[in-house]
């Protein structure tokens, strides 16, 4: 089974460079695809001199990491695709071939990576609460908000690929709905760069809102009353307010 | 003409009106993934083949009507489906293989992979705006097929009006009009003035030239 390892980027010219020639050297791996959000570095001309598949994001005025999965997957022809963030300082192939491992052999239809340390933040005060009110049989996997994933290239056509941070746990739900054997595969140490705290408030609603929109396309919340309060929710300004004035 | 449009968005439904309109006779198919723009577009074209099909259907069904097909437009919403259908296409041997870009900078891609009509709808808008901004060169189209454009260029001062006649001159072959600020026509250099406007028409390579020489 060929392999196509996809890498969503955007200004990772320092990294993409190391991260391709490392994906080309796991087994099975047939081709590397870079999906660029619109870089104003020397991210994707590296790429391509690296011998990556480059395509630039369809939409770059609003991009996403899950636009740019998408995009990954469409393109690849693999049988299995493998999704990894570019930014991890310690990849080896053994990260990718890990990843393939369950896929090639039959194993599982999608398989999730996770790491030797706690879970993020978000992961913990947002994902996991939520999984279990809504998706409990899902509450078991230790990240599941991981962005190292693999997957049967087909099944990536029948699930909704959301556009930002809720790509992930999306996927994990549409796998799962989709009846595919998943298994969450030990990495081993990952080396990267975490997000600063003021930066997880978006990353966590969007997170919310995949799951949430989700638990409603399966009926497991009312979902005339739950799709009206999301949008109206959506449109609030939510910038903090100190004695009647914004901060 | 036999014609296979993939995709049920808006540059979809600008292709559509435009197939339709320049062959009345001819027969369309459109082809979408889901069952809610499946119902719409049956509605807004009555005279088109709806086709509900999973994505990874559609390179089967290009293969299987490829010998049938005269034409096959890529529109979807994605770069990365557009260049995949536009490959099976252009391997079953269909005469054209169109596609519509999302993202320009992508085009590149596809000329790689040796799609040659790529139709870029965001091309207008700085022609459009160049034009109403009365910008000094606007390149208003280019034939590639034939190797030639059309240019706009602004008689802002004497010293251009000079160049443009001598080199109007030098070369037979570029053929222009000239429309003045209130919208008189002439195709005789010697009539235009300060401020006017020239259309040109010519090779590629000539209206390089001119326009180097234009632009100083």
């Known amino acids: 089974m060929a392999v196509s390892v996809i890498f969503p980027v955007k200004n990772r010219e320092e990294y993409v460079k190391r991260a391709v020639k490392t994906a080309f050297k796991a087994k099975h791996v047939m081709e590397v695809i870079v999906v660029d959000g619109g870089s104003s570095d020397r991210t994707v001309e590296v790429s391509r001199k690296e011998g990556a598949k480059v395509i630039i994001q369809s939409n770059l005025v609003y991009p996403g990491k899950g636009i740019a999965m998408r995009d990954g997957a469409y393109l690849a022809e693999g049988d299995i695709l493998v999704f990894l963030d570019v930014d991890i300082k310690n990849l080896t192939p053994d990260f990718i071939e890990s990843l393939a491992e369950p896929l090639i052999n039959g194993w599982a239809a999608f398989v999730k990576g996770c790491f030797d340390r706690a879970a993020g933040r978000v992961t913990e005060l947002v994902a996991k609460p939520l999984l279990r009110m809504f998706y409990p049989e899902l509450a078991k996997f230790k990240q599941p908000l991981s962005g190292e994933i693999a997957g049967l290239r087909k099944l990536f ?16 739900i549409d796998f799962h709905k989709l009846g595919a054997k998943i298994v969450e595969k030990d990495l081993g140490y990952k080396d990267h760069e975490m997000k ?52 | 003409m036999r014609v296979l449009l993939i995709g049920g968005g808006h540059s979809a439904y600008f292709a559509a009106e435009t197939i339709k309109r320049i062959d009345l006779s001819g027969k369309l198919m459109i082809i979408e993934f889901t069952s809610e723009k499946v119902f ?14 999973d ?28 260049l995949r259908y536009c490959k099976v296409a252009k391997e079953s041997n269909i005469p054209l293989v169109i596609t519509i870009i999302n993202n320009p900078l992508n085009a590149e891609i596809f000329l790689k992979e040796g799609i040659a009509f790529i139709v870029n709808p965001y091309k207008m808008i700085p022609i459009e705006l160049s034009e109403i901004l009365d910008a000094k060169v606007n390149i208003l189209y280019s034939f590639h097929r034939i190797g030639v454009q059309v240019v706009s ?27 003045s600020p209130v919208g008189e026509i002439t195709n005789s250099i010697d009539e235009v003035d300060v401020g006017w406007r020239a259309y040109v028409l010519g090779y590629e390579e000539k209206i390089k030239r001119l326009l180097r020489v234009v632009e100083g």
Request: proline share 2%; net charge negative.
């Open chain 2, 55 to 82: 994505i990874d259907e559609v390179e089967e069904y290009i293969r299987a009507n490829g010998r049938i097909l005269d034409a096959v437009v890529a529109a979807t919403e994605s770069d990365s489906l557009n």
């Open chain 2, 40 to 53: 719409v577009l049956s509605k807004l074209f009555p005279f088109a083949e709806i086709i509900q099909l």
């Open chain 1, 157 to 172: 056509y029948k699930v909704e690929f959301e556009r930002g941070w809720g790509v992930d746990v999306g996927l994990l």
């Open chain 2, 153 to 179: 260029i602004k008689v802002g001062d004497r010293r251009l009006l000079s160049q443009l006649k001598k080199e109007m001159t030098k070369n037979r072959d570029l053929t222009a009009l000239f429309v």
């Open chain 1, 196 to 247: 600063p705290l003021h930066a997880l408030t978006d990353m966590a609603y969007e997170v919310a809102e995949a799951i949430l929109k989700r638990a409603i396309r399966d009926r497991k919340i009312d979902a005339y009353w739950a799709e009206k309060y999301l949008k109206s929710v959506k449109s609030l300004d939510l910038k903090p307010e100190v004695d009647g004035e914004s901060i």
